[in-house]
């Protein structure tokens, strides 16, 4: 069985920058995408960077490309996201998951594994 833990979330102000990371532990990541969602309060929980075993594909949601970066360290078995520019809209908390070796996925039930999340709140 494979767990998920977040770090790296803070209290920041708008421009600021703040890089999350997701460390696996147990089981086997092997060949399996990783995802990055958010979920602010009161609203649904919103996929917003994916990347394959491989880290040479990754995919942005509009709200966020440009400004964050997914990457990921196999050997390590973390998944980061670099967050750059951050806004007050970017306030939510931010949870990693892993899903099966297939594509990378963009909806939150197609993950198997998911972590309990780390809050994000940017000041204006």
């Known amino acids: 069985q494979v767990q998920l833990v977040e770090s790296g979330g803070g209290l920041v102000q708008a421009g600021d920058s703040l890089r999350l990371a997701c460390v696996a532990s147990?089981?086997?990541?092997?060949?399996?995408?990783m995802g990055w969602f958010r979920q602010a309060p009161g609203k649904e929980r919103e996929f917003i960077s994916g990347?394959?075993?491989?880290?040479?594909?990754?995919y942005y949601s509009d709200s966020v490309k440009g400004r964050f970066t997914i990457s990921r360290d196999n050997i390590k078995r973390t998944v980061y996201l670099q967050m750059n520019r951050l806004k007050a809209e970017d306030t939510a908390t931010y949870y990693c998951a892993s899903g099966p070796p297939r594509a990378v996925y963009s909806a939150w039930y197609e993950y198997v594994y998911r972590g309990q999340g780390t809050q994000v709140t940017v000041s204006s």
């Open positions: 990347i394959n075993w491989g880290g040479d594909r990754t």
């Open positions: 147990g089981g086997t990541l092997d060949l399996n995408p």
